[in-house]
Nanobody, 125 residues
Framework: QVQLVESGGGLVQAGGSLTLSCTAS????????IGWFRQAPGKEREFVAA????????FYADSVKDRFTISRDSAADTVYLQMNSLKLEDTAVYYC??????????????????WGQGTQITVSS
């Protein structure tokens, strides 16, 4: 089993920055991909970014490309999501998720086996 814990959420003004952390525990060696998703009130959960175990392959939703950066610290079993130039529409609960089956497609909610509890990001004007 794998457990995921997100941290770093909070309230930030538009144009500001935040960094989220996702720390994995348990059978972390079995994780192939870590993804970040978000869910705004009344909306479906959507893909934000993902990183493969190697750390050399990263993926981004078009809406966050050039503003968000995903990275990992293998020694700490932690994945980060650096979020810059935050917009009102970035307000959501952010979740990290782990794929233990190496699915080629990283953008689908159903492609992940384990989820964190989520952390709230609120961007104010």
């Amino acid at each position: 089993q794998v457990q995921l814990v997100e941290s770093g959420g909070g309230l930030v003004q538009a144009g500001g920055s935040l960094t989220l952390s996702c720390t994995a525990s348990g059978r972390t060696s079995s994780i192939y991909t870590i993804g970040w998703f978000r869910q705004a009130p009344g909306k479906e959960r959507e893909f934000v970014a993902a990183i493969r175990r190697s750390g050399t392959s990263t993926f981004y939703a078009d809406s966050v490309k050039d503003r968000f950066t995903i990275s990992r610290d293998s020694a700490a079993d932690t994945v980060y999501l650096q979020m810059n130039s935050l917009k009102l529409e970035d307000t959501a609960v952010y979740y990290c998720a782990a794929d233990r089956s190496f699915r080629f497609v990283v953008t689908q909610v159903g492609g992940y086996d384990h989820w964190g509890q989520g952390t709230q990001i609120t961007v104010s004007s």
